[in-house]
């Protein structure tokens, strides 16, 4: 079992940046990727950023790249994203995501793919 816990979320204006954490805990030896998502009501869960836990290799989704940033520590076994220049379109519940053992790269952004999940932290970009 993995536990995932995030912090950081809260109410920001448009252009502002907001840094994002998530702790994990437990079996965390055998993470080897994790990613954050975020959804809106009434939306699928949208694929934001991934890192392979060793690797540190970097996937973001099309809207985000050039703005977010995805990383680690792996000591401290927390992810971190970084979001810049946000947007009103921003605005969403944000959850981390693991992925224990071996698995094709291609697959990354999978969401259902991912074994554990954070509860979730909400945020808003006002404009």
């Known amino acids: 079992q993995v536990q995932l816990v995030e912090s950081g979320g809260g109410l920001v204006q448009a252009g502002d940046s907001l840094k994002l954490s998530c702790a994990a805990s437990?079996?965390?030896?055998?993470?080897?990727?994790m990613g954050w998502f975020r959804q809106t009501p009434g939306k699928e869960r949208e694929f934001v950023a991934a890192?392979?836990?060793?690797?540190?290799?970097?996937f973001y989704g099309d809207s985000v790249k050039d703005r977010f940033a995805i990383s680690k520590d792996n000591g401290k076994n927390t992810l971190y994203l970084q979001m810049n220049s946000l947007k009103p379109e921003d605005t969403a519940v944000y959850f981390c995501?693991?992925?224990?053992?071996?698995?094709?790269?291609?697959?990354?952004?999978?969401?259902?793919?991912?074994?554990?999940w954070g509860q979730g932290t909400q945020v808003t970009v006002s404009s």
């Open positions: 995501a693991a992925r224990m053992g071996l698995f094709n790269i291609a697959t990354i952004s999978a969401q259902r793919l991912y074994d554990y």
């Open positions: 890192i392979t836990w060793q690797g540190g290799r970097t």
């Open positions: 437990g079996r965390t030896f055998s993470m080897t990727a």
